[in-house]
C-alpha cells in the first residue's frame, strides 16, 4: 500500500523557522516533492527530491531519507505570507501519478 | 507566458446532473492531470492525458471521465452527481509526464446540493 502522513496544521511566529515532516510508506520511491498551497489558489510547486540530503532555496530547504521514507521541509525567517498549506506529494517507481499527502496548514502569527 | 486556466471558477449543481470543466494547459505542456481535493482527502488523483490519450487513470467510478483535445485542452465530466462529489477540482499541466514539475490552475470549486 502507499501511505504518506504529514501533520494537520502547524503554527509560528514571524521570523522563526518551523519544520513540516512528511513520512511515507510505499512499495518503492521515485522522487519526492513539495508544494505550496494558498487558500483559494493553485498549489505551486517548491521543491523535488531524489537523492538523500538538503536541498536548499532561499528560505526554504527540504529533506529527504530514503531509508526511513522521511522528508522535511524547513521555512526560515518566517513571514505572514508563508500562511499556507504545505503538500507533500511522493512518487512511487511503478506510478506515473503522484501520490499526495493531507497537506499541513500552517497558520505564521505575527 | 499564461498559467493554467480553468473555467468555471465556481460551479452549483444538484444530485443527478452532470457537469463538465475545462482546463487550458500552459502553451507547449502536452501532459494534462486532474485532481480532487477535499479537506479530509487531500489530493486524489483523477487521470492523466497526454496526446488525447488517458495514460493514467485513479480510483474513481465511471461517472468521473475526461478528455483531451489536439491543442492539449481538457475537459472532465461527472454525471449523476452525488453530494460526495463537492470538491475543488485541480487540472495540472507539465510538459511530458506527472512525474516532473507540475503546473496547477486555480480550480473549479463545485458545490453538489
Known amino acids: 500500500g502507499q501511505n504518506i502522513d504529514q501533520p494537520t496544521e502547524m503554527t509560528a511566529t514571524e521570523g522563526a523557522i518551523v519544520q513540516i515532516n512528511c513520512t511515507y510508506q510505499?512499495?518503492?520511491?521515485?522522487?519526492l516533492f513539495w508544494y505550496q498551497q494558498h487558500a483559494g489558489e493553485a498549489p505551486t510547486f517548491l521543491s523535488y527530491?531524489?537523492?538523500?540530503g538538503l536541498e536548499e532555496k532561499g528560505r526554504f530547504s527540504s529533506f529527504l531519507s530514503r531509508s526511513k521514507g522521511y522528508s522535511y521541509l524547513l521555512l526560515k525567517e518566517l513571514q505572514m505570507k508563508d500562511s499556507a498549506s504545505y503538500l507533500c506529494?511522493?512518487?512511487?517507481?511503478?506510478?506515473?501519478?503522484?501520490?499526495f499527502g493531507t497537506g499541513t496548514r500552517l497558520q505564521v502569527f505575527p | 507566458k499564461a498559467g493554467v486556466t480553468q473555467t468555471p471558477r465556481y460551479l452549483i449543481k444538484t444530485r443527478g446532473q452532470q457537469v463538465t470543466l475545462s482546463c487550458s494547459p500552459i502553451?507547449?505542456?502536452?501532459?494534462v492531470s486532474w485532481y480532487q481535493q477535499t479537506p479530509g482527502q487531500g489530493l486524489q488523483f483523477l487521470f492523466e492525458?497526454?496526446?488525447?490519450?488517458?495514460?493514467n487513470k485513479g480510483n474513481f467510478p465511471g461517472r468521473f471521465s475526461g478528455r483531451q483535445f489536439s491543442n492539449s485542452r481538457s475537459e472532465m465530466n461527472v454525471s449523476t452527481l452525488e453530494l460526495g462529489d463537492s470538491a475543488l477540482y485541480l487540472c495540472?499541466?507539465?510538459?511530458?509526464?506527472?512525474?516532473?514539475?507540475?503546473?496547477f490552475g486555480s480550480g473549479t470549486q463545485l458545490s453538489v446540493l
Open positions: 495540472a499541466s507539465s510538459l511530458m509526464t506527472t512525474n516532473e514539475k507540475l503546473f
Open positions: 510505499t512499495s518503492g520511491f521515485n522522487g
Open positions: 527530491n531524489v537523492l538523500d
Open positions: 506529494a511522493v512518487l512511487p517507481p511503478d506510478a506515473d501519478k503522484l501520490i
Open positions: 502553451s507547449g505542456h502536452r501532459s
Open positions: 492525458y497526454f496526446s488525447e490519450t488517458q495514460r
